[in-house]
């Protein structure tokens, strides 16, 4: 009877579905994503919340997310910082949408943009590493916040900035529905781009930085290079997920970019799984969907409770904190990690041990 995996050559090994039956499930995924919004209504009442808003938010962070992953769990280089890059990519698309250039160039543009002040806040990773490295890039979340909230004549300061919805070939993307696709576009896109870049040359010097930044440097692997690419790359993807916050919120204020969201991010690409495609993904969907289910008994014990209301916040922040040192002690990989070994399992049943 067989069971596990026999490949026969590399290509085989290293291809991104392995087996028929992964082709076969995706498949069936990806007609899951593309029909929802058809019966999204019908969900949506049935569980008490927008959830063509929930999965529009997962699309948008997933795409950060994946930046930050490539940063910290493939390269090994932490930041505390992408909360603000994720800002600057925000007002860098909202201020090209409102000097009248179209979405489909405001958008890459704010990515560069990005990319180029994370590049810039990436230099002092030649020499720091670690918890200090975590400090430099804390401090660029500060420094990046005060210029938007300062700078009142290209942001708005305080006031906020105002964007125009997206709109592609005449077709405007305003509502939830539309803006469903766009997203899932982009979030399909940098997950593919992930995989891929993992599988190269560049990602294979990504993972030796991370590993044995020393023993890299000896067999020459230019360290200053590929920690600066890394942080270009990673920013270049938060700036995007900024840029696609801001056509769909359409309202910018540096409240949305607080240290808070960069604690966030980190969040999730621990909780999800440093060094592994699905942790970002994983992650994402966990942290996002989690306040929204504590919000359902909250709603439900209003009635008994009047005040349970007021606590929420308080509630979420401590159920956040508690989750991801229950995840650092019982599962330091990762959702993906643990995911990874019920698949392999299932690939060596009846003879799993």
């Not at 958008?107 to 230099?123: D, E, S």
């Not at 896109?189 to 030796?208: C, D, E, P, S, W």
């Not at 209301?309 to 330091?332: H, Q, T, Y």
């Amino acid at each position: 009877m067989p069971c596990g995996l026999f490949f026969s050559g590399y290509e085989k090994d290293d291809a991104i579905f392995k087996t028929v039956w992964l082709k076969v499930w995706m498949v069936l995924f990806v007609l899951f994503l593309l029909t929802y919004p058809l019966y999204a209504q019908a969900v949506s009442e049935a569980v008490g919340m927008n959830t063509l808003n929930l999965f529009n938010l997962i699309f948008i962070y997933i795409v950060g997310a994946h930046g930050l992953n490539l940063l910290t769990g493939f390269t090994g280089q932490i930041s505390l910082g992408h909360g603000a890059f994720m800002g600057v990519g925000a007002y860098t698309a909202g201020i090209l949408a409102n000097l009248g250039v179209p979405f489909w160039a405001a958008l890459p543009a704010a990515g560069l943009m990005t990319a180029a002040v994370g590049m810039i806040f990436g230099i002092p990773s030649l020499r720091l590493k670690g918890l200090y490295l975590a400090i430099a890039t804390m401090a660029a979340q500060f420094i990046l916040i005060y210029a938007m909230r300062n700078w009142e004549g290209l942001t708005g300061g305080s006031s906020g900035l105002i964007v125009e919805p997206a709109s592609i070939f005449g077709i405007s993307f305003d509502n939830d529905f539309n803006f469903y696709y766009l997203s899932l576009l982009f979030a399909a896109a940098a997950t593919m781009y992930l995989k891929n870049i993992t599988r190269t040359r560049t990602g294979r010097a990504f993972v030796a930085v991370r590993d044995r930044y020393l023993a890299a440097e000896v067999i020459g692997v230019n360290l200053f290079k590929y920690r600066i690419l890394s942080f270009g790359i990673s920013s270049f993807m938060v700036g995007m997920a900024g840029g696609l916050w801001a056509f769909y919120i359409t309202i910018i204020s540096d409240e949305h970019f607080t240290m808070w969201l960069s604690v966030q991010y980190l969040a999730m690409v621990i909780v999800g799984g440093l060094g592994h495609v699905l942790g970002s993904i994983f992650g994402v969907v966990f942290m996002v969907v989690l306040p929204e289910v504590l919000r359902i008994p909250t709603e439900a014990l209003s009635g008994v409770f009047p005040d349970i209301s007021s606590i929420f916040a308080s509630l979420r922040e401590l159920v956040f904190g508690l989750v991801v040192i229950l995840f650092l002690i019982f599962e330091p990989d990762g959702m993906a990690a643990r995911w990874h070994t019920i698949r392999a399992y299932w690939k060596l049943w009846p003879f799993s041990y």
